[in-house]
């Protein structure tokens, strides 16, 4: 399985920006899928899941911000990311992902892309 990031971008606070990912699969009907970030000096944290039924879970800090969605057809899932802020600035990634009942979204496996830099910068 391979995860294609889109280019991310600079992008000044209150922007928006808009990440789509290519998923190299048969069918991408069952699989529950994510979007994880990775900011300098921290651990990857998942940002947004998005299960086969098309139910999502959302980190708090992008709630209201950030809408996960996925095309079954094109094998794609996006990130549609508004109202940026310095915060957000990160590498973000695509993968499988899910989450426990309250839980957090999480990644299900090890699998990765390159990931793509989002900056976030006046």
């Known amino acids: 399985v391979q995860f294609a990031e889109s280019e991310g971008g600079l992008v000044q606070p209150g922007g928006s920006l808009t990440l789509s990912c290519s998923i190299s699969?048969?069918?991408?009907?069952?699989?529950?899928l994510g979007w994880f970030r990775q900011a300098p000096g921290k651990e990857r944290e998942g940002v947004a899941c998005?299960?086969?039924?098309?139910?999502?879970n959302y980190l708090d800090s992008v709630k209201g911000r950030f809408t996960i969605s996925r095309d079954n057809r094109k094998k794609t899932v996006t990130l549609q990311m508004n109202n940026l802020s310095f915060e957000d600035t990160a590498v973000y990634y695509c993968s499988f992902g899910g989450w426990q009942p309250r839980g957090k979204c999480h990644p299900l496996g090890d699998y990765w892309g390159p990931g793509t830099q989002v900056t976030v910068s006046s």
């Open positions: 998005i299960n086969s039924e098309g139910t999502t």
């Open positions: 699969v048969l069918t991408m009907d069952y699989y529950d």
